[in-house]
Nanobody
């Protein structure tokens, strides 16, 4: 499956953005999906994930209550709605897909088989 992330940009603190991850080659309904982010000089970190089935969602403590992951199977796209953005949210955001994953591995980048190219999110103070 090929993933294409988009929707990043420059936004002021307190603003919102919606990231999209469009898939081609396979239907995303067969995959568990996640968003990771990587700030300059830091390791890639988990932000949000959604299991293939049931579609339970999981979030890092840093984004819980502000970010929402969702999927539209008809459009073969996964979204990350980001509200109340903070300067600390500045990073390159990556979407990832895994056909099989267990709960304990959801937050581990190496557990995912497919990655999008990343989209830059910059939050100004």
């Amino acid at each position: 499956v090929q993933l294409q992330a988009s929707g990043g940009g420059l936004v002021q603190a307190g603003g919102s953005l919606r990231l999209s991850c469009a898939a081609s080659g396979r239907t995303l309904s067969g995959y568990s999906m996640a968003w990771f982010r990587q700030a300059p000089g830091k390791e890639r970190e988990f932000a949000a994930a959604m299991f293939r089935s049931p579609s339970n969602t999981y979030y890092s403590d840093s984004v819980k209550g502000r970010f929402t992951i969702s999927r539209d199977n008809a459009k073969n796209t996964v979204y990350l709605q980001m509200n109340s953005l903070k300067p600390d949210d500045t990073a390159v955001y990556y979407c990832a897909a895994a056909p099989r994953i267990i709960l304990s591995s959801l937050r581990v980048p190496s557990a995912y088989d497919y990655w999008g190219q990343g989209t830059q999110v910059t939050v100004s103070s």
